[in-house]
């Protein structure tokens, strides 16, 4: 359900693909139909809800779903295991609290947001009110409510974090010195950009998204999803963005393509905050919570709403798009503990952090192999990264962290939690510099990360392909019609890991610069890390096809 996203100027987006239907993407009123029951993913904008939305969200989980929450690479939520007439009640629930504050358009507000914006310093300033605004926007807008699923708007605070995601529209503070702290710069595609107010910037960013969905009509019968698949003839331009604000009354000034290098494009997924305690400038601290693998019980889902609701911030979450949550306010250590008690991740150097996985066996038919139970066994074989701050790490002896699965259950099969291998010291995972890694099981590659990525993929073999895969490489194979699953291959997880380790290995990742936008850009090397050679497939895990 969720396709490649190569980065500006790769060679996908210079070979437009036919988009003669509606994207397949999924909301609360049209379900997805998976081996495990309907799905349902609810559009979280800016990925911020409060404690009672969080509650709603844990009860018809519970009541409705499989009893689990699925955090996605935009920062929203799915529930699976719903019944077949689930989306009208569950429409309901969701209306109540406020997640759903537009029927028509509830499929459309994929707004990704800085999840850390306001709290540690490190950007311009909270997001808030900006969000409101734009969604408001969004549900008033008659043109908005033709777009696509697809499409990403995301709105910065000059980190780069959630720019570094391919979005389609982006909104981020100029930056460059106290006399630009006014404005910003919206980037609309690969070819526009423009300055103005940022006060003018969500009805700014609402006018290039009623652009395009003008632009997908006029592209017809192709049609086009997001701004990389528009024609040529069709793609805006600094110029052409700036005369349609123009018309709106925002004043703007067009970037030419030369001087347009946002900074935010230097900042790669897997360079994001680890988890633990973010601190504040006037002292005060937030929680960074993984869910591993990005889904959680209800039991888990609940404590983080419960520790919000007890944080000064008075109960408010933020879901970031790598499967994590943000409690604002959360000081209290032992809160931490409590909630790594439940199998969160609440420390740095995890070897959980910067590692994602498709949904796998049993929940999707079109998978090789149940990869969550494989890359929860892999992980278990990792000590994690020392804390240079903290007390000198256990002996090897000591059993890992994180549970056999990320929930705390023992996969089905299994008498017990797979005994930890004791892996040479090569296997430890700096978290907060190594590549990130996704597992898959069909070449679809559902839920990949944006940038440069381990892939790890499930064959029919029974084994898994592992290499270094980067925005410019060009698009998967459709996935072919499968057969019967082949024999369980030999348990190899240590081999698996060894292998895993050295492709993550921080001297891959290229070395990345920043540049003011509107200033000459510096070469931001875009280009995959070296791959490792000929990657081979490695006979591995227990028996998960």
């Avoid at 537009?102 to 994929?110: F, G, P, Y």
């Avoid at 404590?303 to 008075?314: C, D, E, I, M, T």
């Avoid at 109960?315 to 790598?322: A, D, H, K, M, S």
């Avoid at 990264?385 to 299994?414: E, H, I, N």
């Amino acid at each position: 359900m969720s396709a490649d996203q190569p980065g500006r100027g790769s060679a996908r987006a210079q070979q437009p693909p036919s988009r003669e239907r509606d994207d397949a993407c999924p909301g609360v009123l049209r379900l997805h139909t998976a081996a495990d029951g309907e799905l349902a993913r609810i559009r979280i904008v800016g990925g911020r809800l409060d404690a009672g939305q969080a509650e709603v969200l844990a009860m018809v989980a519970e009541a409705m779903g499989d009893g689990r929450l699925d955090l996605t690479s935009r920062g929203n939520v799915q529930l699976r295991g719903l019944g077949l007439s689930a989306g009208r009640e569950l429409g309901r629930w969701l209306e109540s609290c406020g997640l759903m504050p537009s029927r028509r358009h509830e499929r459309v507000r994929n707004v990704v947001a800085s999840p850390f914006a306001g709290l540690d310093g490190a950007g311009a300033g909270s997001l808030d009110d900006a969000l409101v605004e734009l969604d408001e926007l969004l549900c008033n807008s008659e043109e908005a409510v033709s777009l696509s699923g697809r499409f990403l708007i995301a709105l910065d605070d000059g980190r780069g974090d959630v720019a570094s995601l391919d979005p389609d529209v982006c909104l981020l503070p100029a930056g460059g010195g106290q006399e630009e702290a006014d404005e910003a710069v919206l980037s609309f595609g690969a070819e526009a950009t423009v300055r103005l107010r940022r006060a003018d910037g969500p009805r700014a960013a609402l006018c290039a998204v009623e652009m395009f969905v003008a632009a997908a009509r006029a592209s017809r019968p192709a049609g086009a999803w997001r701004v990389r698949e528009l024609p040529p003839r069709l793609t805006p331009d600094s110029d052409g963005l700036s005369a349609a604000l123009a018309e709106l009354g925002i004043v703007s000034t067009p970037v030419p393509p030369s001087q347009a290098a946002l900074p935010s494009q230097a900042v790669p997924p897997f360079l994001t905050p680890p988890p633990g305690f973010l601190l504040h400038p006037d002292g005060g601290r937030s929680l960074h919570v993984l869910a591993p693998l990005g889904r959680l019980s209800v039991a888990q889902w609940r404590l983080l709403a419960r520790s919000a609701s007890a944080a000064s911030s008075g109960g408010r979450l933020r879901i970031t798009p790598w499967r994590g949550v943000v409690l604002p306010g959360v000081e209290d250590p032992r809160t931490a503990e409590e909630l790594k008690q439940a199998g969160l991740v609440t420390e740095p150097g995890s070897p959980w952090h910067g590692v994602t996985a498709c949904t796998g066996r049993p929940g999707c038919a079109s998978s090789l192999a149940d990869v969550r139970a494989d890359a929860a066994a892999v992980l278990a074989t990792y000590t994690a990264a020392p804390d240079p701050d903290g007390p000198a790490p256990a002996g090897r002896d000591a059993a890992p962290a994180p549970a056999d699965k990320p929930d705390g259950s023992v996969p089905a099969g299994r008498d017990a939690a797979p005994r930890p291998v004791h892996a040479p010291a090569p296997v430890d995972v700096p978290g907060a510099t190594a590549l990130p890694v996704h597992w898959s099981g069909c070449a679809r590659r559902c839920g990949h990360p944006a940038g440069s990525w381990v892939d790890v993929l499930a064959e029919e073999s029974g084994g898994y392909r592992i290499a270094v895969r980067g925005s410019d490489d060009p698009p998967p194979a459709a996935p072919a019609a499968l057969g019967a699953p082949a024999a369980p291959g030999a348990v190899e997880t240590e081999e698996l890991a060894l292998h895993l380790a050295e492709a993550r290995a921080p001297a891959r990742v290229p070395a990345r610069t920043t540049a003011p936008v509107g200033a000459p850009p510096t070469p931001h090397g875009h280009g995959a890390p070296e791959p490792i050679p000929a990657p081979q497939p490695v006979r591995t895990t227990s028996g998960t096809k």
